[in-house]
């Protein structure tokens, strides 16, 4: 079928769709590729991707093209599923015969729940949805398609077995040439990354069980499978052709770091080609590792502490001793790798207490950049299940965002309101950057380049902005 790949246009500034592990508007816009859609895409001949957020496409302007497709498929998530909805409405109102599905967590774990509050939608891909996509494209019968559900003839859902688990991960072709096809990458920036970069997956799913993320538990799992280092190695050698003015590259696994030997046998080919690169670590690794890692172009690393507090990393199950972290930090900072670390406020156990704790810990280690989010219980993580039996998670703010895509904070227990966990956030980043040390090391490195006085300038306005909006939202719940 002639397939339309689409990541639709919701809140302004809002990037769900791929590797962003943070579905709301951030502090800084900035967008991630969509990854998760290139990857079936890449499997789909002749299929088109619209990635429409950062490339500010309209509605209108997609609707225009509806007729030029048999079939939609949109990434979905919690926050933007009404407006994903939506979307396929005015496709299909242009386009009566388009089928439309979905894939991404939320269809994962409620592929029913999804389908029933959105009869537009003709099948959800479940789990891990590549080649369950792949086959709907191809016409196989939707009765046939492990993964699927569906609506069948009459009308009812049907829930097709699930799909094996994928093992040999280098039968997925290279996702960077959907990039290279239908993509403008100058429209992808992070604050923390060179620009422009490029990132993708090496591998996917996650050993560490903490019971906040969502990607392990509902679509990638908790065993770490990898491409072969020699395709690795061949999609970077891709981009340095048809992206040479690539600055960065970041590999978004999970947890680049969960195979120590393969990691080290990467880095020291990525060496051989001069790249620089970046990846998500767990702050455990081990010096002599990281030294390897720096040696051959290493320049930062995605860092989730989440909290200071020792027993909260225990609630989680994050797997991680504080003063392990700590170590892991010290020997980064002397080896000259930058940290972009991320916390998250509002977790099991939290007190007033606890986040003073955790805010003095961020200071301490001193990162290069951080991220505080609020702690979002996604359906089908264990921390949504613990919300949801003891109370902690309202109705009211299941969706995890306010009508902007503002994060809001949909957890509260007996001791801590949601209001003061909100709040938390401002105060957190006004602590950890309104430090003399901290503004002198900015100001520091916006002299020594005008390029990065320029984008640390930009970010700040945006910055602002984000804390007026947030602001906003503390006076509506009050």
Not at 223 to 246: D, G
Not at 378 to 397: C, R, S
Request: proline content about 5%; some cysteine; charged content about 25%.
């Amino acid at each position: 079928m002639r397939t339309l790949f689409l990541q639709a246009p919701t809140f302004d500034g809002f990037d769900g769709g791929a590797g962003s592990r943070y579905q709301a508007k951030r502090e800084i816009k900035s967008f991630w590729y969509p990854t998760w859609l290139a990857q079936p895409a890449a499997l789909v001949p002749n299929s088109k991707l619209i990635d429409a957020p950062p490339h500010d496409i309209k509605l209108p302007e997609i609707v225009a093209q509806a007729n030029d497709f048999d079939l939609v498929v949109l990434h979905t998530s919690v926050p933007s599923f009404k407006s994903d909805v939506k979307t396929i409405e005015a496709l299909k109102a242009a386009n009566p015969k388009l089928i439309a599905g979905l894939i991404g967590a939320k269809v994962a774990v409620d592929a029913a729940g999804s389908m029933a509050q959105a009869p537009v939608v003709d099948f959800c891909a479940r789990n891990e949805f590549d080649f369950t996509v792949k086959e709907v494209a191809e016409g196989v019968p939707m009765a046939e398609i492990k993964g699927l559900s569906y609506r069948n003839a009459d009308g009812v859902v049907v829930h097709n077995p699930d799909r094996e688990i994928m093992t040999d991960m280098d039968q997925l072709p290279f996702v960077t040439s959907v990039y290279k096809r239908d993509l403008e990458m100058e429209k992808y920036f992070i604050g923390y990354l060179k620009h422009p970069y490029i990132s993708f997956y090496s591998g996917r799913g996650c050993k560490s069980r903490c019971t906040f993320c969502l990607w392990p538990q509902t679509v990638g799992g908790h065993t770490y499978r990898t491409r072969s280092v020699a395709h690795v190695i061949e999609e970077i050698k891709y981009c340095l052709k048809e992206f040479p003015q690539t600055k960065e590259f970041f590999f978004d696994d999970d947890t680049f770091t969960d195979n120590l030997p393969r990691a080290e046998e990467i880095a020291r080919e990525l060496g051989k080609l001069g790249v620089t690169w970046s990846c998500n670590a767990k702050a455990n690794v081990p010096r002599e590792t990281l030294k390897v890692l720096k040696e051959n172009g290493l320049r930062l690393l995605l860092v989730g502490y989440e909290s200071g507090n020792q027993q909260i990393l225990h609630n989680i199950k994050k797997g991680m001793r504080v003063e392990v972290a700590e170590k892991f930090t010290k020997d980064c900072h002397e080896l000259g790798i930058a940290i972009h670390g991320t916390f998250i406020l509002g977790l099991p156990g939290e007190t007033k207490e606890t986040i003073q704790e955790t805010i003095a810990f961020a200071k301490r280690i001193n990162p290069h950049t951080i991220q505080v989010s609020l702690a979002a219980p996604y359906p089908g993580t264990f921390l949504y299940k613990q919300a949801v039996e003891n109370g902690w998670l309202d109705k009211d703010n299941a969706e995890l965002v306010d009508e902007n895509g503002v994060q809001i904070a949909p957890l509260h227990y007996p001791h801590l309101s949601h209001t003061e966990i909100f709040n938390s956030v401002e105060e957190f980043y006004k602590k950890f950057y309104f430090r003399a040390p901290k503004i002198a090391s900015i100001v520091s490195e916006m002299v020594r380049s005008p390029d990065m006085m320029k984008r640390r300038l930009r970010e700040g306005v945006e910055f602002w902005h984000f804390l007026r909006e947030r602001q906003g939202v503390a006076k509506k719940a009050a």
